[in-house]
T-cell receptor
Framework: AQKITQTQPGMFVQEKEAVTLDCTYDTSDQSYGLFWYKQPSSGEMIFLIYQGSYDEQNATEGRYSLNFQKARKSANLVISASQLGDSAMYFCAMREAQGWSNSGYALNFGKGTSLLVTP | DSGVTQTPKHLITATGQRVTLRCSPRSGDLSVYWYQQSLDQGLQFLIQYYNGEERAKGNILERFSAQQFPDLHSELNLSSLELGDSALYFC??????????????FGPGTRLTVL
């Protein structure tokens, strides 16, 4: 089974600074997808960014970028110019084939990193 | 707003009871997924339906069941509830069954409290 590891239970960053949230993964699949989600205190899960295993370039979405190092099996999230509204839990996830004949799929989540942005 | 709706937002019930959680996927999405988020287990995949058919099963208890209806909305039924079933239950949806490309879009969740 695949495994996602987020080693930082909590992180602090000052407003306007950049922060990197770590994620390592373990899989024997050649084709896989990696995702980051944000969960603010209100509870909803917000999709941030996606990286496919065959993508040549690192994914970027606005202030979010994914530092994908395939050989090291890491997919770190970089948030640039942090804002107070970035304070939330951040989850790294991997798409995992499931079911009979791998006809379905699920997201396998890490335990999350709690980010606090301070003024 | 992800476009996925879930009702109810909160649910408080007693042990031994049965509840039904409802989910409407984003317009055009054929796949629906259910996840459970608890403090001790984290976010766990329960089950996936695609266009009315079950496609994948995760750590779903036998006391739990789900279905997807012809209009693509889905219901998660939880029976013989125990204290440990208290959690945030998410529904998510995606266009395809294999999730190629973009991921899953999550609803706001239903917070279940079993007393």
């Amino acid at each position: 089974a695949q495994k996602i590891t987020q080693t930082q239970p909590g992180m602090f960053v000052q407003e306007k600074e950049a922060v990197t949230l770590d994620c390592t993964y373990d899989t024997s699949d050649q084709s896989y997808g990696l995702f980051w989600y944000k969960q603010p205190s209100s509870g909803e899960m917000i999709f941030l960014i996606y990286q496919g295993s065959y993508d040549e370039q690192n994914a970027t979405e606005g202030r979010y970028s994914l530092n994908f190092q395939k050989a090291r099996k890491s997919a770190n999230l970089v948030i640039s110019a942090s804002q107070l509204g970035d304070s939330a839990m951040y989850f790294c996830a991997m798409r995992e084939a499931q079911g009979w004949s791998n006809s379905g799929y699920a997201l396998n989540f890490g335990k999350g990193t709690s980010l606090l942005v301070t003024p | 707003d992800s476009g996925v709706t879930q009702t109810p937002k909160h649910l408080i019930t007693a042990t031994g009871q049965r509840v039904t959680l409802r989910c409407s996927p984003r317009s055009g999405d054929l796949s629906v997924y259910w996840y459970q988020q608890s403090l001790d287990q984290g976010l766990q995949f329960l089950i996936q339906y695609y266009n009315g058919e079950e496609r994948a099963k995760g750590n779903i208890l036998e006391r739990f069941s789900a279905q997807q209806f012809p209009d693509l909305h889905s219901e998660l039924n939880l029976s013989s509830l125990e204290l440990g079933d208290s959690a945030l239950y998410f529904c998510a949806s995606s266009v395809s069954e294999r999730g190629v490309g973009l991921g899953q879009f999550f609803g706001p969740g239903t917070r279940l409290t079993v007393l």
